[in-house]
């Protein structure tokens, strides 16, 4: 074989890889389904959004596109005792309130996702994922600039969409268990004071008279 159709041969040989390649790169997009739109629309919204503690009503109604119905019912609920904490707080004390990103498992939040392993089966499904946040406060290759972690998304099917249902954390935490914790914590340490009733006359005591003049 000459060495003109050596090179002849490799370029063909590359060509045909590189054709390959990408209809296996074009393929793996074409797959991408409902449930990872379901999972990439709920991560573009909170990494999109600089939220602490619990949305604000601006974020809170675009979760309602992404949310099950059971976690905007607890978000709801979260909200109305962090109102009754912040009123039952004594004026020198600070009241409980949720903080931090609670929407990932991370309290300064995620700068980017990547999606792995999805498991569906019937009106339930889930998704690996793991999350990026970037400190940029710190130089290039410092240990605390980054930090990577994994989670797990679950989503179930609701009304003719997928939903996300919950979000499993690192550390066997999770977005439902967060907000039933801090419900039950409120119930038991946000207790406003009992409105005092008047009390009524003794009974058998008549009231004064008036006096005629």
Same mark, same amino acid.
């Given at each position: 074989?000459?060495?003109?159709?050596?090179?002849?041969?490799?370029?063909?040989?590359?060509?045909?890889?590189?054709?390959?390649?990408? +209809?296996?790169?074009?393929?793996? &997009?074409?797959?991408?389904?409902?449930?990872?739109? =379901? %999972? #990439?629309?709920?991560? !573009?919204? $909170?990494?999109?959004?600089?939220?602490?503690?619990?949305?604000?009503?601006?974020?809170?109604?675009? +979760?309602?596109?992404?949310?099950? &119905?059971?976690?905007?019912?607890?978000?709801?609920? =979260? %909200? #109305?005792?962090?109102? !009754?904490? $912040?009123?039952?707080?004594?004026?020198?004390?600070?009241?409980?309130?949720?903080?931090?990103?609670?929407?990932?498992?991370?309290?300064?939040?995620?700068?980017?996702?990547?999606?792995?392993?999805?498991?569906?089966?019937?009106?339930?499904?889930?998704?690996?994922?793991?999350?990026?946040?970037?400190?940029?406060?710190?130089?290039?290759?410092?240990?605390?600039?980054?930090?990577?972690?994994?989670?797990?998304?679950?989503?179930?099917?609701?009304?003719?969409?997928?939903?996300?249902?919950?979000?499993?954390?690192?550390?066997?935490?999770?977005?439902?268990?967060?907000?039933?914790?801090?419900?039950?914590?409120?119930?038991?340490?946000?207790?406003?004071?009992?409105?005092?009733?008047?009390?009524?006359?003794?009974?058998?005591?008549?009231?004064?008279?008036?006096?005629?003049?």
């Amino acid at each position: 074989m000459s060495r003109g159709q050596g090179g002849a041969r490799r370029l063909l040989l590359d060509l045909t890889l590189g054709l390959a390649l990408g +209809l296996l790169l074009s393929g793996a &997009r074409a797959e991408t389904g409902p449930v990872e739109t =379901a %999972a #990439r629309n709920y991560y !573009q919204l $909170i990494l999109g959004s600089a939220s602490f503690g619990l949305p604000e009503p601006a974020l809170r109604k675009k +979760l309602e596109g992404v949310l099950s &119905r059971d976690l905007l019912t607890l978000l709801d609920q =979260a %909200a #109305r005792m962090e109102q !009754q904490c $912040i009123r039952a707080a004594a004026k020198d004390e600070k009241p409980s309130v949720l903080e931090g990103n609670i929407f990932v498992g991370n309290y300064e939040g995620a700068s980017e996702v990547a999606y792995g392993q999805k498991r569906e089966m019937g009106h339930e499904a889930s998704m690996e994922v793991d999350l990026v946040y970037l400190d940029t406060r710190y130089p290039r290759a410092h240990p605390y600039r980054t930090l990577v972690w994994h989670e797990r998304l679950r989503l179930g099917r609701q009304e003719g969409q997928w939903r996300v249902v919950d979000v499993d954390f690192a550390d066997q935490n999770s977005l439902r268990k967060t907000l039933l914790s801090y419900l039950e914590e409120g119930r038991r340490d946000c207790a406003l004071p009992a409105t005092p009733v008047p009390a009524a006359p003794a009974a058998g005591k008549a009231a004064p008279a008036a006096r005629n003049r």
